[in-house]
C-alpha cells in the first residue's frame, strides 16, 4: 500500500519534467532533442527572452579545432528557407560541434507551420572548411518547437 501512494504521490514529478540543454557553465530549457539521418542532433531552446536552435554534430578530429559557426540554413518541407548567419556560441566537446543559432520570431514562425526538411551547414577547420546537409525523414518538428513555446 506504501508503494502504491508513493507512486501515485511521484507520478506528477515525473510527468512534468524539462528537459535542458548544457552549454558551458549554463543550462537552457530545451524541447526534446532529435536525431537527423546523419546523425545531428538538434533542438529548439530558450535562449535569453528567444528561441534558438541547438545543433550537435559529430566530427572525430579534434587537432583540425572544428567549429559550427557559419551561416545555417534550414531548409522546410513548404520549400521555404531559413538563414541564420552565424552561431550566437559555439564549441567543440568530447568530439562533438556545438553551436546555439538565433531564429527569429518570423523563423519561429515558420518553424510551427512547416516540417524541417534539412539542414546545411559548415564546420570550419584549421585548413578550410567541410560543407554537409543533414535530412530529417522521421520526425514532425513543428510539434517540437511548439513543445517550447
Known amino acids: 500500500m ?25 543550462s537552457y530549457p530545451s524541447s526534446d532533442t532529435i536525431t537527423l539521418n546523419s546523425q545531428e542532433k538538434i533542438s529548439f531552446i530558450k535562449f535569453g527572452d528567444s528561441i534558438s536552435i541547438y545543433f550537435q554534430a559529430s566530427y572525430i578530429l579534434a587537432y583540425e579545432e572544428p567549429q559550427i559557426s557559419r551561416k545555417f540554413n ?33 523563423d519561429v514562425s ?17 585548413n578550410g ?10 520526425y514532425i518538428t513543428t510539434d517540437l518547437i511548439k513543445s517550447i513555446l
Not at 506504501?2 to 507512486?7: A, H, M, N
Not at 515558420?110 to 584549421?126: A, Q
Not at 572548411?129 to 522521421?138: G, P, V
Request: with cysteine.
Open 2 to 26: 506504501k508503494k502504491l501512494f508513493l507512486l501515485l504521490l511521484l507520478t506528477p514529478v515525473f510527468c512534468l519534467s524539462q528537459n535542458f540543454v548544457f552549454f558551458g557553465d549554463n
Open 110 to 126: 515558420k518553424l510551427t507551420m512547416s516540417n524541417v526538411n534539412s539542414i546545411r551547414y559548415s564546420i570550419d577547420k584549421r
Open 129 to 138: 572548411y567541410e560543407q554537409r546537409i543533414a535530412k530529417n525523414t522521421q
Open 74 to 106: 534550414i531548409y522546410l518541407d513548404d520549400g521555404s528557407v531559413i538563414t541564420s548567419i552565424k552561431a550566437d556560441l559555439y564549441d567543440y566537446v568530447n568530439k562533438d560541434c556545438i553551436s546555439i543559432y538565433p531564429l527569429t520570431d518570423d
